[in-house]
């Protein structure tokens, strides 16, 4: 509680546990503030390896996936908080729901003392999106839309977006793809690369064709850094010939 101890000092500790702190007899600073000496008898435990670490559940996802999130590796020394931080990786990929509870567990191995066994439970989750659909719209006129989006292509964590628009008066076609593990390494790579093209009735017609590139690398546990370049070609044509004819164009410098 933060109070001084009395005169005749905390009682005297008696045998003690490993890992119990023990107070030695008081004593006294110069200036008369009361001290106490406090002694940690520690015994530390026996080491314990990683025998086996087992996946079960992931139906969809490739196990080399699941593994490369995980901080503990078999036949290395086990630890607790990396095992904590394997998890938490694991559930911010968002493929499965969430490990908790007994979807964790580590046993002891039974064919020798000082190693455990860890295994994994998953469930996974759908991160497949197919979306279609038609509508009107002022700019656009009537349109018909598709498209498919999944975060875990294939069962190997990389992203892939394809869509197609195709209306009376735009066009839109992407393709994106995304890879978190480029060439077996913590490096994400990815492209974007689109063609979209836009008729302004009476006006003129916008053809765009471009992309982007993106590459990104940890700079913490849970944090990255990217580098994005894109490029971009606009392109006009079917230009209304009011705007080609010279006395329709206003200088704003003419007096």
């Known amino acids: 509680n ?65 593994r490369r ?7 290395g020394p086990f630890n607790t908080m990396a095992l904590k931080d394997s998890v938490k990786r694991l559930n911010q990929l968002g493929y499965f729901k ?25 469930e996974e989750q759908n991160r497949n999106q197919l979306t279609f659909g038609a509508g009107v719209s002022q700019f656009e006129g009537f349109f018909g839309q598709l498209s498919f989006q999944t975060s875990n292509f294939l069962g190997r964590g990389e992203a892939l977006t394809v869509s ?37 009735i009476g006006y003129y017609t916008q053809k765009s064709t471009g992309g982007n590139l993106t590459f990104g690398f940890p700079v913490a546990d849970f944090s990255r850094m990217s580098v994005n370049y894109a490029y971009e070609s606009v392109r ?8 080609l004819d010279p006395t329709c164009i206003f200088d704003a410098d003419a007096k």
Not at 39 to 59: H, L, P, S
Not at 69 to 75: C, D, K
Not at 164 to 185: H, I, K, M
């Open 2 to 66: 933060g109070d001084a101890p009395g005169a005749a000092g905390p009682p005297s500790p008696g045998p003690t546990s490993p890992g119990e702190a023990q107070a030695a007899v008081p004593t006294t600073a110069k200036d008369g503030t009361p001290l106490v000496d406090v002694t940690m008898r520690v015994d530390e435990g026996k080491q314990y390896f990683i025998n086996r670490i087992t996946f079960t559940g992931n139906t969809t996802t490739r196990d080399n996936v699941i």
């Open 69 to 75: 999130e995980m901080r503990i590796v078999e036949a």
């Open 98 to 122: 969430p490990l908790e509870g007994e979807a964790v567990d580590v046993q002891k191995t039974t064919t020798a003392d000082n190693k455990v066994d860890i295994s994994l439970k998953f």
């Open 164 to 200: 197609l628009q195709v209306g009376s008066r735009s066009e839109n076609y992407q393709v994106a793809f995304t890879e978190p593990f480029l060439f077996d390494r913590n490096i994400t790579g990815g492209f974007d690369v689109y063609k979209r093209q836009l008729q302004y």
């Open 236 to 243: 006009m044509s079917d230009i209304n010939e009011a705007f």
